[in-house]
Structures are given as structure tokens and as C-alpha cells.
């Protein structure tokens, strides 16, 4: 080793040592209050959160810790200041939690791993108890990992520039061509919803290190036609995003109607088998929708479809209609694929549109899981999606 | 438009509604104390901070809106529960803060935009005034984006996978040729650092938009080699990251003696000038002492150094430095660029390499300002260094 960049340690325990001294804004963290932590992840698969707040009358812990829905668990309030409750035996899990103190939601100021939806940032963590469980495929494993970019498109269709998440997998090299599946958001949602509420690219990192699914190229685009892109990414500075912001906007044209600009720019600027046999979509909530328009309108186009707890309307008495779900029939595509959780509030219009496909005796495949509309569930369809498709 | 598209509007309805009401996690907090508005960048240039804590007894919002430190402001308590404080008037610029709640840090309810500085989140929110301020130049404004990607490459020094930052201007095409920065980040920092707490697609986005920077790749790779990537991104899972956290390992090698298998990737993938007149190399801190290694170490490689507030060190009575020091001045490299703040702790060392610059007549370039070892400070000279290279 160089002697000289050797001696650079030495510089180093100063710039520590001066870090720590330091008031700047920022870096003078490393000082404080590190002996609260939260959560902490148990050997018996319970999970413990820790929060200093002395003169709090109400704390609790807000989190996905049941598998229907939020749960809310009141804290006990230490002597020292420190409020603190353990939760049951958890399953392995990526859970989301907050606080409440006195009626309003705090993250969690001991642990930095958050994902933000919508307005709302929530602090995760994992819960993993072997290497075949949920927690150990949402989590990151030493496999080779995929290339995770934010690219700007061009959209003739909606006449802007346009922010998209695009997963390249491991092997991907320049000269091997790959198919693509194109994964969309909900109401709400943007480009960034899927890689991390999602787990988008953790989920295909270890799949595909599993050998579970092809290797495949992943594209999360923006559905907002009135949104360039995500909150803070976009010329509208940094608003508070309500999921609604844009909405009252005229588009020039529906995600459906816009949808062709992103597969001709995937295909024009990546390595793709740019055929039928090589795409797949598939969304959830208004993506799921979404999913529904483009079978429709462009049937030719995909031979893979997945509708996530899909906010999916059979149109009764349309003709249009009638004759765009004829078109898809005829086009055969390999998978039409319907999954929803049991309580979730689309469960009629797809239970409606179940019965329509019935009505016309076409093959579709459809999943039924526990729970409702909630990201635990998007990450399961992703996964069992995933691994359905390209293998023919 | 196509009809039965449309209808889909109406669905969209009974989703809205559906989220609204529903009581699963994460999606629900749409209906929450959004009353509750912060911050709020008034028109006068001051700051409104409000927080509603009914029970606390100390409340204050903490942040970088001094020149120089931190600056800590009590708020008061109004009826509603809501305390309150106002800033004075603000000069433009990217700012951050967070509140103490009874000695416990918090940050902001009201505001979803963070970035993360170790293990420390803050918020964040800009102050504008004009076209040609630094709010401007940090803020995302409609010009043409450049590409932001998480890249994993393979160090054999390190014998690693590792992940940096890549982003490439809008000019990108795939078949022009451009130049590359490789851009350093400090002590406890890693591949998102620059993009986050620096700015950098902001900037150089804005900077290339005005004619004021060539277009040029930029690389921003993890300066520490016991690391494959940024907490929660590697297979050490979800630790609490501390900046120390894997310094006890020992590394196969220096940041610097590795820094050429990243000079290797970048060239091989990319299309880059891929020689001395295209490539510079900066950073801060830790990584501007990484930036003065890789001087000595490699002075046929690079036209372009910048050494921001860095960790660098003159060896006294060392031949094997001066000579290394030698052939980097005899390389004669087009830009060898100094910039520290006044307040800076590292400003004893600087001045004894500029010293023993000086003693040798070597014609760098020195930049002085106010402030310290802060990102604020760090924002500015890669402002200033992005618009002196690849400009001959």
C-alpha cells in the first residue's frame, strides 16, 4: 500500500474528530441521542420501538403489522422519558410504521430508512427468518444486482418531457436482447412508487438470482398524464403532493392513449426483444386500470397482462367496447392474469369483470389472497407475476 | 379520446374515495392534520415553521440559516397546539432544518422532501428570488434533465460488486463522445450523497441549460472501499449508519488505488472522451484528500483537480510525496483548483499545501469564502469547478 495515502488515516481521525466538534448543520448528528433504538428486530420475531418524548401524553406506534390492515399500539412511557412497546410474533415481512405523539404522525427519528407516499413518509424495516421468506426476497442479498436509472423521455402524444424508472438486470451487457415488462403505479403513485414502496428492484435482483424469472428489463413510467414527473423532480418545485394536484388539468391524452411513446423509446434506446413475446404490463389500483385500457387498445402489442386489485370496469352495453374485448380475446394473449385481496374495495368491478370474461369463456388466470388494498399485496402479485411470464 | 378510456374516469372516482376511506396503511394518511402547513416560504423571503405538539414544552426548529453554523429558533405555542416561529428575511438558497421536540430531533410532519446525511434525515426547501439565484440554480426547472442511474460495476482491487452514481447530460445520445467528472463525496458519506445533499443533476442540469458547463457525465462513486454501497443498498441489510460503521475491516486496498477500476467502467460503458482532456476529478473532504491522492498517484490521467475543503496533507520530509508531487507538477495539468471557507476546520492543512505549492511555484488555483465544512459550501464549488473544465 502507498505509504503516503496510508498516512492520509491519519487526516482522517481529524476530519472525524472535527466532525463531531463541529455545530454545522447536518454532520454534527453524529452526536446525538444514538442511545434511543428503534426499532429493534428480536430473536423471537417480535419487534420493539423506542421513542424519547418526556412530555407526550399519548404515544403510539401506527404500522402494517396485521395482515388486513394498519395497526395502532399505545406506548408505555419509561421513567427515563423513553416511550416503548413490542409488538406480537411478526411474520417475515417489509413493514411500514409511524408515531403518533398527542395525535400527530412522527417518523421515526432513530431509524433513516423511509419511503414516502404520496405525502407521506413512513419508516420501514424487515422482518426475515429464513432464505426462502418474504423478508429475505425484499431484502438486498450479496446476488449481482440490476442498474436502477431515472430516464427522461420524450412524449409526442402528451407533448412533454417525461420522468420513468427503468430496471436493467444484472446481465443486462448492450449485446444480449431481454423482454420488458412495463409495471404501473396507482392513484397517487409516480415513477418512484414501485422501486420503493414496491421493492421493485430487490424483488427481481433475487428472482432472478433464484432463477425463479428471466432475467427481464423493468420499466416504471409515470401514469399522471398532468405530472412530468414525481414531486420535487418536475418544474413544479416542491409542492405538497396530494395525489390530486394535477388532476383538475386537461391532458392532452390519457396514460392509455400515451402509452405507445414509452415502448417506442424503450425499444429505441435498450436491448429488448421488441415483439409481443418479449412485453408484459401489468399495474395495480389505476395502473391496474390502466393495464385494462392497453389490453384493449392495443392488443397486438403484449402477450402478457397482469391486473392488480385493478381498478378495472366492464362497460355495459358498449360497443366499443364489446368489440375492443373481442379483439383481445381473438389476439390470444398468453397470460391474462387478475389478482385481488379478498377485502379490497375493487373486489365488485373485478368480481364484474370476472363474470363478463366467464360469460365469453375466456381463459384467464385469477388470484385471490387475504388482505386488501395495500402495498403487501402489490409486492406479492409482482412476485408471483414475475415469474409467470417469458418462460415460453 | 377513446370513450370507454374515458369512463374510466369515473372509476377513478370510487378509487379516490376508496383510499380516502379506507383505513390501510400508508394510503390512508391522505385525510391527515393537513391544516398543519410547513414550512411556508412567504413572499417577503422569511420562513413560517409550524408544528402541532399540544403536550411539548420546548419546541424549536433548527437549521442552516445562518452564513456560517446552524441556527437553533425557539417557537411559541399558540392556543390551537400549533407552535409556531418565522424566520428573518432568507437569502436564496437550498436550506435545511428539523425541529426539537423537548431535546428530541424530529423532522417536519407537513413536509415529504428529506434528504438523509448519514443516519440523519432533515428537511429541505428552497428560497428563489430571481432567475439567476442559487435557489434557481439548485431548484428543478423545465430544461432539457440529464439520465440519474444506480450503477453496479466490479472493483477487482477491492475484489467487489459496488455501486455509484452515474449521470448523463440530455445531449446523450449514445454517440457523442463526452466528458466525465468523477465526483468525490466526504467522511460518512456514499453514492447518493452528491445527488442529494450536492444537487448535482439540479445543477448540472441548470448549468448546461444556460451555456455555462460543457455537457459532461458525471460520476459519483462510494469512496468507502469496506462498503459495497449506501446503507439499505448491500447485503449488510438495514443497519444504522454511522460513518465508522465498517472502518475497523480492513480494505483490500485505498480509495484511490481503486480508483481506476472505476475509470475502466466508466470508459468501457459509456461514451466518454476517454483520455486526460476529458476527464477531471473532485471532491470534498475525505474525498478531496481521495482527489489529492489520485493526483499523485495517476497525473497522466486527469487534466482537471478540484480539492474542496479537503482532507489533504503535505508529508513532511517524505521523498517518496515529493517526488509523486513532482510528477504531478511536471504533468502540468490545465486546472489544479483549491476551495475552502474561512471557517473551515481542515483551513490549517490547506494552507500548508498551499504553501508547499507556493514553495514550489506551482500555478494552482485558490478559492476562498465564508463558511465551513458544510454542504452549502460544497454546492458552490462544484458550481464554480463544473464551469472551469473541459472548456479548452
Not at 414502496?197 to 432475467?215: C, F, H, W, Y
Not at 414509452?262 to 395495480?284: C, E, F, P
Request: one cysteine or more; charged letters at 20%.
Amino acid at each position: 500500500m502507498d505509504k503516503t495515502i496510508s498516512n492520509c488515516k491519519k487526516l482522517m481521525l481529524l476530519v472525524c474528530s472535527g466532525l463531531m466538534a463541529l455545530n454545522c448543520f447536518g454532520q454534527q448528528a453524529l452526536g446525538q441521542r444514538a442511545r434511543v433504538q428503534s426499532p429493534i428486530v428480536n430473536n423471537d420475531g417480535t419487534v420493539t420501538f423506542n421513542l424519547f418524548a418526556p412530555s407526550a401524553q399519548r404515544v403510539s406506534v401506527s404500522g402494517d403489522f396485521n395482515e388486513i390492515r394498519s395497526q395502532s399500539l399505545p406506548m408505555t412511557k419509561q421513567d427515563n422519558g423513553v416511550w416503548t412497546v413490542t409488538t406480537g410474533q411478526l411474520n417475515p415481512e417489509l413493514y411500514s410504521y409511524s408515531f403518533s405523539i398527542d395525535g400527530q404522525r412522527f417518523i421515526d427519528p432513530a431509524n433513516s430508512y423511509v419511503n414516502r407516499d404520496i405525502s407521506t413518509l413512513s419508516n420501514i424495516f424487515i422482518v426475515s427468518k429464513s432464505n426462502d421468506d418474504k423478508g429475505h426476497l425484499y431484502g438486498v442479498n450479496n446476488v449481482p444486482h440490476g442498474m436502477l436509472s431515472r430516464v427522461w423521455y420524450d412524449s409526442p402524444t402528451l407533448g412533454q418531457q417525461r420522468r420513468m424508472t427503468v430496471y436493467l438486470p444484472a446481465a443486462y451487457d448492450g449485446k444480449k436482447r431481454f423482454p420488458v415488462m412495463y409495471l404501473l403505479h396507482g392513484h397517487g403513485g409516480d415513477e418512484t412508487s414501485w422501486g420503493d414502496l414496491g421493492r421493485t428492484s430487490q424483488i427481481m435482483d433475487n428472482l432472478i438470482a433464484e432463477g425463479k424469472a428471466v432475467p427481464m428489463i423493468v420499466v416504471m413510467p409515470n401514469g399522471n398524464p398532468t405530472c412530468n414527473a414525481a414531486p420535487g423532480w418536475w418544474h413544479e418545485g416542491m409542492y405538497t403532493p396530494d395525489g390530486n394536484a394535477f388532476n383538475q388539468r386537461g391532458a392532452k391524452a390519457s396514460m392509455e392513449e400515451s402509452f405507445m411513446d414509452i415502448v417506442k423509446y424503450i425499444d429505441s434506446h435498450y436491448m429488448t426483444i421488441a415483439k409481443r413475446s418479449g412485453r408484459a404490463v401489468t399495474g395495480l389500483s389505476m395502473g391496474g386500470g390502466h393495464t385494462f385500457g392497453i389490453s384493449r387498445l392495443y392488443p397486438d402489442q403484449f402477450d402478457y397482462y397482469g391486473l392488480q386489485s385493478a381498478a378495472a370496469r366492464v362497460q355495459q352495453n358498449n360497443e366499443q367496447f364489446d368489440s375492443q374485448m373481442q379483439r383481445l380475446f381473438a389476439s390470444k394473449p398468453k397470460l391474462y392474469w387478475i389478482a385481488i385481496g379478498k377485502d379490497d374495495f375493487l373486489m365488485q368491478s373485478n368480481t364484474q369483470l370476472r363474470s363478463y370474461l366467464d360469460s365469453h369463456s375466456y381463459p384467464y388466470e385469477y388470484y385471490e389472497n387475504d388482505g386488501g388494498h395495500i402495498w403487501r399485496n402489490w409486492r406479492i402479485y409482482l412476485t408471483l407475476f414475475a415469474q409467470k411470464i417469458f418462460k415460453q
